[in-house]
Structures are given as C-alpha cells and as structure tokens.
C-alpha cells in the first residue's frame, strides 16, 4: 500500500505543473508599471505555488496517511492552518509589497482592497489544492482495499477447488483398487502429477496453458479408469498451447461439473469436451445429460460455476464470453476467452 504507482506520479506531476503555472495567467492582466515578470509581485506569487506546491504533495503521501485516514481531524485541522500561513506568510517577508506612489492631491484618498477579497482566491486555491489530495489518496487507498477483498476472495475459491478435486480423484483410484485393477499405478502417477500442478503452480494468477491443458487430460483419463464404457466421454482438444497462459485451473471446474452431476458411462449420452484455441482465442465446451439427482442448488454454485464467473470477472474482464445453457435435459457451457495479452 506504500508503493507509488506510475499513475499516481503522472497525476500529481501534471497538477503540480498547473499550480505552478498559475502566476503566469496573471501577466496579460496586470497593470503594474514594471515589466510583471520582474515585479515582487510576480516573484511572492511564483513563490506561493511552489510552497503550494510542495504542500500539496507532503499533504498526499504524509498528512493525509497519517492524520486524515486516521481520523485525527483536529490535529489536520491544525496542520492545514500552519500551512497556509506559512505558503502565504514567507513569500511576504522575502519579496515584500512593492509602494506605488501616488501623486498628491487633497480629494483623493486611495481606497485599500477589502481583505476577504485579497484572501478569498487564496483560501479557496489551497482548499482546491487540499481537496484534490484528499481524494485522490481516499480513491486509491479504496481501490488497493478492494483488489485486498479480491485477492483474499480468489485465494479461498481456490482453496475450495482442491478438496473437491481430491475427493473426486481418490474415489476413482478407491474403486479402482477394489476392482485389483492394473490401471491403479497408472492412476496414481496421474494423481500425483496434478497433486503437484495443484500444490506448486496454482498459486500464480497465470499458468502456462499447456500445464493446465494436461491437468485437464490427466483428470479426464482418471475418470475413464473408472468407467465400464469408454466412448461415454468423447474430448477433442486442439490448437498451440505453448506461448499463451490462463488462470490455473479455471476451465476444470465446468468439467469437474460434468462429471459430479451429469449422467456417466451412458455412450447414447456421453459428456462433450471440445477445447479450441485459435489466434489467442480459447473456445471451451462442456457438454452433458442432466440427472434426475436432486442437487441443492448452493452445493451445486460452490463446485464450479459460480467459482469459475468470479475468477473470470476478476482476471477476465470484458474478454470472455460465458453461456450456460439447461434445456432439453442436457447442461451446456460454452466460454469464449480471449487470451492474448497474457503472454
């Protein structure tokens, strides 16, 4: 939370140019005998926007932090007040007011400036200046507590993933060793390669494709271990997953879906998955029968679907396209994600 983003230095260089460049909009308009630029006037002026200036910045990064957010009004209060008499106090005692002398004459009596118009400007300069720093510090200090909230909000999506995964996958090798299948050493170096794949490479926002790719075939060929009818899933994966990456395991939940809640080792329905990618662009298909099991409904959220919308809210935004379809007793997805500026 205390580093400075490029943002910020753009945002505040640009303002402080602005605040600095403000004496200069009252050359057309002075009427002094001597050249502006030159004048006292001129020179306490130049010298306000720059105390102005800094305190602006000290009040971004220092008073803000540390008195603003932290409620200790009163003590800003004060802190607001010394600066303003200093900004506007100092540049008096090192260039003082220049005396015009005005020719004599008995009837004409020089009218002095009302002092709230003198100070007005002034006052309502540092209060713009002062509010500006506010709330930009108030904005990115809710914006880093927000990317907080989602990051603390992904990482327990995917800490829900891996029970889930882990349950799913022993019970396949559990009736495997029922069965005295030879298939079970096999299925147990595809389980400890996805263990793996879980334990070290998930915990990165961004995966290469072509691990989470394989994690994807390593689940699919443990769950057909376990079937009676090998034709009942039917996968096609294409395309060149080497230099582009996605969130880890994303995509595996709509399949871990398929499997929990859809109709099994039936080949009249088996479960589709079709996986493109083309030119960046990954088109993911799920496809099964719906069962008659009665699924409560938040069991059937917290599995996958709505996991995967938050993490592709989060990662993805306005780059995928998400469209679940239950009709005609049978559960579609279809995603659409475009993974180009990942590499």
Known sequence: MNTISKKEIIVMTIISIVFLLMPFVFAPYSDLPTNFFTSSFFKRLMLENILLVMFFIVNYFVFTTQLYLKKKYWIYAIVLLISFLIIHIIPDFVFPFERRVMPRDEGFRPRRTPWFIIWSPKVLIFACATLISVIIKQRKVYQEVKEEKQLSEIAYLRAQINPHFLFNTLNSIYALTLQKSDNAPDAVMKLSKMMRYVVTDSAADF????????????????????????????????????????????????????????????????????????????????????????????????????????????????????NIDESNQQFKVELKLDLNLND
């Open 207 to 322: 995966i290469a494709l072509q691990k989470d790719i394989d994690y994807i075939k390593n689940y699919i060929q443990l769950q057909k271990l376990r079937l009676v009818n090998q034709n009942s899933i039917n996968i096609s994966i294409t395309g060149n997953f080497t230099n582009y990456s996605i969130s880890p395991l994303l995509l595996i939940n709509f399949i871990e879906n398929a499997f929990k809640y859809g109709i099994v080792d039936v080949v009249e329905n088996p479960i589709k998955i079709d996986i493109q990618l083309e030119e960046g662009i990954l088109n993911f298909m799920v496809v099964n029968a719906i069962s008659n099991y009665d699924v409560n409904e938040e069991d059937k959220s917290l599995t996958g679907i709505s996991n995967s919308k938050k993490r592709l809210d989060y990662y993805y935004p306005d780059r995928y396209d998400l």
